[in-house]
């Protein structure tokens, strides 16, 4: 299975300790080298984390065609879509908004850090996903009432 990862799941999961989901899940990640850079650019959160074998660094070959994303996205939300589009990725993981939708336009398989817990709870690696989303949250990840209170009731833990 092929997944490409943007980097804020990375953070996200990695803020709270749970960076090993993505890898009991999908084994292999990869990434652009834009998100290595950003999640190297500072210690925090996924700076050590990005170093575990199971993530690959891997460089976009649609160069000239990355100013158009350029226009509605950062570097690392462009090249993790133009690397999931050109090694046609079974998954992209990425949560911000615009990126995701855009992503969804070009017919990838896209899915964000929500879906990550709740696939890591159906599959008996979590017990819950509220107690780690409240973590995140905690920890400075941002969702809306309406989302929080919206997917918790749809996946029953609210």
């Known amino acids: 299975m092929k997944v490409v ?19 009991q899940l999908f084994g292999t990640i990869l990434i652009p080298q834009a998100v290595y850079y950003e ?25 000239p065609y ?3 994303l350029l226009n509605d996205l950062d570097r690392g939300e462009a090249e993790a879509i133009m690397l999931a589009k050109e090694i046609k990725a079974d998954t992209l993981i990425i949560d911000e908004r615009t990126a995701y939708r855009i992503a ?28 780690l989303l409240d973590a995140m949250i905690i920890q400075g990840r941002w969702y809306s009432h309406f989302v929080y209170n919206d997917f918790l009731k749809k996946i029953g833990e609210i």
């Not at 070009?106 to 996903?129: P, Y």
């Open 104 to 131: 969804r336009a070009q017919d990838i398989n896209t899915i964000g850090t929500l879906t990550i817990l709740l696939m890591a709870k159906q599959q008996g690696l979590i017990e819950s996903v509220k107690p």
């Open 66 to 68: 990355i100013g158009f």
């Open 5 to 23: 990862s943007n980097s804020t799941p990375i953070i996200s999961l990695s803020t709270i300790g749970e960076i090993n989901i993505l890898h």
């Open 39 to 63: 999640l190297k650019s500072k210690k925090a959160p996924g700076y050590q984390e990005i170093d575990a074998a199971y993530f690959q660094v891997k460089t976009i070959e649609g160069t």
